[in-house]
């Protein structure tokens, strides 16, 4: 059944009671239809505003209509079905937000692993977060090798420029 089968003020209700009444000669609406195939009642179903579904009902076994319990519950079943539909796509943008980062770092990593410049990304305790290939043929190790080790340790150097400082170049001679 197409969603705008129902009328506007049906998407702000709690539900709609169906009805199989129609004109003589006029074409079935698809809420008669539902009406017809034996359905009674219909529920909206929106998430934060936006018109996701509709859940119809008949009567009770033996054509005894809905109590006010039994719509309460159909539309708290309706507001757990539209939380979790929320939740799955917030955590569909999530996944897909998650992707788009891992290939930026994955994009990033792979120029800064072209460049022939020894590169070293440091922590605040002078730690090597990472080194490219150049780096690490430059102090002669292995990249993995080098990973959280101190900078110091792995390229001796006195007087390290502060994080204040920016970007300094150094020029390391073998003697």
């Known amino acids: 059944v197409p969603l705008d089968s129902f009328r506007d003020d049906f998407w702000d209700s709690d539900f709609e009671i169906l009805s199989g009444i ?16 034996g359905y009674r009642y219909a529920f ?5 505003d936006r018109r996701v579904g509709i859940l ?17 519950l159909m539309r708290q079943l309706l507001n757990q079905a539209a939380l ?15 992707r788009q980062m891992q290939d930026l770092k994955l994009y990033h ?4 692993n072209a460049s022939p ?3 070293a990304v440091i922590d605040r ?14 102090v002669r ?18 007087n390290l420029p502060s994080p204040e400082e920016g970007l300094v170049e150094l020029t390391v001679a073998e003697g």
């Open 125 to 138: 305790q002078n730690c090597i977060v990472s080194a490219n290939l150049a780096f690490a043929e430059l």
């Open 109 to 112: 990593e792979g120029i800064i």
């Open 56 to 72: 119809v009902s008949s009567f009770h076994l033996g054509d005894t209509p809905l109590s006010s319990e039994d719509q309460d």
């Open 84 to 98: 979790a539909i929320e939740n799955a796509h917030l955590v569909d943008r999530l996944q897909n937000q998650l």
């Open 22 to 37: 129609a004109l003589p000669d006029a074409a079935a609406s698809a809420v008669q239809r539902l009406f017809v195939a």
């Open 44 to 48: 909206p179903l929106k998430v934060r």
């Open 141 to 158: 190790s292995d990249e993995v090798q080098i990973r959280m080790r101190p900078l110091a340790e792995v390229l001796p150097i006195d």
């Open 117 to 119: 410049a020894g590169i």
